[in-house]
Nanobody, 129 residues
Framework: QVQLVESGGGLVQPGGSLRLSCTAS????????MGWFRQAPGKEREFVAA????????RVRDSVKGRFTISRDNAVSTLDLHLHSLRSEDTAAYYC??????????????????????WGRGTHVTVSS
């Protein structure tokens, strides 16, 4: 079973930046797509961004457009999330996910948790002064 491991979380001041990374435990990892979700304290987990592993096409949540960028490095099976202009409302546990079984039926499917079959354990981002 492939494992996904997130890294890069931490404490950052409002307006600051972070880069989150997600690495697969196997070489030549080739999912259909990967994504980032987040869960703030007391709230449900929500979609942040996703990428089609083959084409590189991306989908990003409206509230983070222009601030967050998702990218992948196929050669080292790594998914990144670049976070800029961070706000207190971005404080959450960020989870990496991958879909390896079923190709997405529609781009909007990338925003749905059940589309993904592999999940990391999360990395925490705290935005506070």
């Amino acid at each position: 079973q492939v494992q996904l491991v997130e890294s890069g979380g931490g404490l950052v001041q409002p307006g600051g930046s972070l880069r989150l990374s997600c690495t697969a435990s196997t070489h030549n990892f080739n999912p259909y797509y990967m994504g980032w979700f987040r869960q703030a304290p007391g709230k449900e987990r929500e979609f942040v961004a996703a990428i089609n592993w083959g084409s590189g096409g991306t989908r990003v949540r409206d509230s983070v457009k222009g601030r967050f960028t998702i990218s992948r490095d196929n050669a080292v099976s790594t998914l990144d999330l670049h976070l800029h202009s961070l706000r207190s409302e971005d404080t959450a546990a960020y989870y990496c996910a991958a879909g390896t079984i079923i190709p997405p039926l529609a781009p909007a499917a990338l925003e749905v948790e059940r589309t993904y079959n592999l999940w990391g354990r999360g990395t925490h981002v705290t935005v506070s002064s």
